[in-house]
């Protein structure tokens, strides 16, 4: 148990500094409900599609409102920045729309916390020297290792502004690292093996939008009501992937417990 703890700990230690770094670019909305329950608001950061049972997804001004400040149609697409535990139902807000919508509402779409649910036990830590990147000089970002299509490239790569905390070996012996903080944007790989090939092919296609399942993070903040915000948000950042897909992902037993290997 305490080795569980020390590899959980060293992880979000690798996290934390590009997790302060984008602190300053994580907006807090201006919204009522939002500052009045602050303490049980988790960073979620995920994109979702609304499933409602009669077709459409009413988004109100806050939780247990009957204010409709819009409507999805099911199949549409909306980003959760924020979920907030209230009265027994999971709520999201939505910064498009500038109001909050029921969780089980919605289904959420493939992205890296699906894939890490996916890969249990196949990340480590990178210990590279990012050879191939800073000899290409740009960088193609993927949204996980083998998607369907790359997010954008990286044309002005600047090593000093690229770090990579944990790495993955594809089924065809291509090294990716996760990036955390890359220019604005979080939670990305990068092919370190190919950095320039955006033709990569298509291994791990994104799955059908599922069922919310929330994050354990919503039990720690609770735990944690008297934090301050940008303490909230530096912390549940770095639990973005949810405490515990971290402990099943990335923790990886020793030869002397049960199920585990030697790596010296």
Request: hydrophobic share 40%; with cysteine; charged share 20%.
């Amino acid at each position: 148990m305490a080795k569980r703890i020390s590899i959980l700990t060293t992880i979000l230690f690798l996290l934390m500094p590009a997790c302060i770094a984008c602190a300053d670019v994580v907006f807090k909305p201006e919204n009522d409900f939002f500052n009045k329950h602050i303490s049980q608001v988790v960073y979620l950061s995920r994109s979702f599609c609304a499933n409602g049972a009669d077709g459409s997804v009413p988004i109100v001004q806050e939780p247990g409102s009957k204010r409709t400040v819009a409507k999805l149609q099911n199949g549409d697409e909306v980003f959760i920045a924020y979920s907030c535990l209230y009265n027994g139902e999971y709520w999201g807000f939505s910064f498009d729309c500038d109001g909050w919508v029921r969780m089980n509402q919605l289904l959420v779409l493939y992205d890296y916390v699906a894939f890490a649910e996916d890969h249990p036990g196949e990340f480590y830590q990178y210990k590279g020297n990012y050879e191939e990147v800073n000899k290409a000089g740009e960088a193609v970002v993927w949204p996980w290792p083998g998607a369907d299509a790359p997010l954008w490239t990286v044309s002005d790569f600047d090593p000093a502004n690229f770090s990579v905390s944990l790495a993955y070996l594809d089924e065809q012996g291509r090294e990716w690292g996760f990036v955390t903080y890359l220019y604005g944007r979080r939670n990305i790989w990068v092919c370190l093996s190919d950095p320039q090939n955006g033709s990569l092919p298509v291994l791990n296609p994104a799955q059908d939008p599922v069922p919310w399942v929330p994050e354990t993070a919503h039990e720690e903040i609770e735990k944690s009501a008297s934090q301050p915000f940008a303490l909230i948000v530096v912390l549940v950042a770095a639990l973005a992937i949810g405490t515990a897909a971290l402990i099943k992902v990335f923790w990886k037993p020793s030869k002397n417990e049960p199920g585990g290997e030697n790596h010296d």
